[in-house]
């Protein structure tokens, strides 16, 4: 689980080819694709090591409402605006 105050980090996604029920992000640390289960949210990092292994990270598919989402609330976090 994330630290409370810590907003997580988000990893595009992209849809995998050969299964519907799986979402592929590029993790710069590992330098590789992890792959999670097809819905935007967070998710316990698969990393092997580097910063993301504590808290995890948001993903979302490039374009979709959900990022947009994860962005304005990160944009409220850094504001300090209360949500
Ligand atoms: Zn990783």
Known sequence: MRK???FPPVLLARKCP???HVWF???PY???EHSHSAEAGHRAAQCIAGPLKENGYL???A???ALRKFQK???RR???VPE
Do not use: F, H, M, T
Request: charged share 20%; with cysteine; glycine share 4%.
């Open 59 to 61: 993903i979302a598919l």
């Open 25 to 27: 992000v590029w993790c």
């Open 4 to 6: 409370s105050n810590e």
């Open 73 to 75: 609330q990160l944009w």
């Open 63 to 65: 374009g979709s409402a």
């Open 18 to 20: 050969k299964d519907s």
């Open 30 to 32: 590992c330098r590789l």
């Open 78 to 80: 850094v504001a300090k």
